[in-house]
């Protein structure tokens, strides 16, 4: 990192988090009643996947950082099989069958009735007409036996779906294009020849790597009050992209359960090489070691100017979220930390004897006694140059973002879907809006079972009414305000790659410096 004096130490996370999918509307099958863009379909891919890419790969093998479903109780087994008529599966939902969210017939209605397939293609594809940039686009299932296929691929949004219902994977996962079509990788004569071309950007926040000063909840658990540091973390995060590189299209997904994810969709993001995602990456990192090392964040001075406005964007949310929602010093051990971080061996015993004096003094009041004490004359050498610093290192290993660097690093790198269902919570991956980004509520984001008693409990009005009787299903249910959002960010994605002058001037842009 540009900014640290600490020894390049990479995370060791490969986090890649769990993933589902859901599928289109009942009413107009390809979701083509919306008044945008069509698509068009072209030859179908054969259904059926490669033997050799199903290999039975266990999960734990794959990735560090697979959820463990442990964690949530486990659901009562439907003995009624739902039908394959949308119609009758929501009917046979009636909200008093503890479901699971993996269940293959809840997934195959999710994946019928709610998936944004449309948009899901236009997005990847950046056009309403099949492009390579869909056709050789890699996806990756897991199969509910826990066989992991890779390398799939397929050339037009319905083909995707068909594959999709045919399978019912419990997750899947997005990866580059390629130099040529995925499957047909083992036929290439030169083996080098099959490599990946473009891959959007992407950045991973986890609650689980802020366990050592969240105070409310730990591993998978998550609420309101932890959220803030997520809150924190994409302020921090996007302002950077969009005012230090002049990134445009970023969207941010909820992850499901407990963390969220970047993807940095413009076209001069996807067409980054290795070496230029890991310069951005390390520009954004800051906090390094893990849970049981020392101090977090070792900075040259003066501050980076992107450190700077990071202060200033995350200092309120230091005082409410930090020291007063979490307080993070309440106990001993984890106030013995914070005086770790102060450079003045006088000062921290004037500290360590006030604080042991009054065992529950909130962590407000022990913020507030350094500056107090400092200026009492507790330690008579005390650099107060070198404490303000030390104070600001502090507030930046508390709120700045934990990213899981090696998410952006690799343009190969894959991960999951938006619009996927979450199997342990059964929270739909929807994405985040960051202009109402404070109002977001992890928990109240729709869940599976909701949506079938939603849609089961929806009722038209006035019969009479065409557009009424012409709605798909997910505008019927509380999935609707973000397949909008996500409509939107395609629609302007499309607009942006169809420009002329923005088109050229980016073909025409050889380089990045950093």
Known sequence: MPHSVSPDVDSQNTATEETMTDAPA????????????????????????????????KLEDLFADVDSDAEFPSSRPVEDKFSSSPAAAASQFDGTVDIKASDPEILRIFYQRFFPWRYLFQWLNHSPTPTNDFAHREFA?????????RYQSFPTSDLFRKDVLRQLPVRFEIGPVYTTNPRDRKTLRNSSAFKPLAKELCFDIDLTDYDDIRTCCDKANICNRCWQFITMAIKVVDVALREDFGFKHIMWVYSGRRGAHAWVCDKKARTMDDQKRRAIAGYLEVIRGGAQSGKKVNLWRPLHPHLSRSLEILAPHFQADVLESQDPWSESDRAEHLLSLLPDKALNDSLRKKWDSSPRRASTSKWADIDALAKSGASKNLDTKALL????????????????????????HLLK?????????????????TRQLEDFDPLGVPTVQGLLEEIDSWKVKDESDEKVKNLQDWEKTSLKPYVEY?????????????DPKIKRERDESEAMEF
């Open 26 to 57: 009942q009413n107009g099958d390809s979701q083509a009643t919306d008044n945008d863009i069509t698509m068009a379909e072209t030859t179908p891919l054969p259904a059926a996947a490669d033997e050799e890419d199903k290999k039975d790969v």
């Open 141 to 149: 299932f897991t199969l509910q036996s826990d066989i992991y296929l």
């Open 389 to 412: 610093e030390a104070k600001q290192d502090v507030v930046l290993e508390y709120t700045y973002p934990r990213l899981d660097i090696e998410v952006s690093k690799k343009l190969n």
């Open 417 to 433: 879907s938006p619009f996927v269902v979450h199997p342990g919570t059964g929270r739909v991956c929807v994405p985040i809006d």
């Open 486 to 498: 996500f409509r939107s960010f395609v629609l302007a994605l499309m607009k942006d790659e169809r």
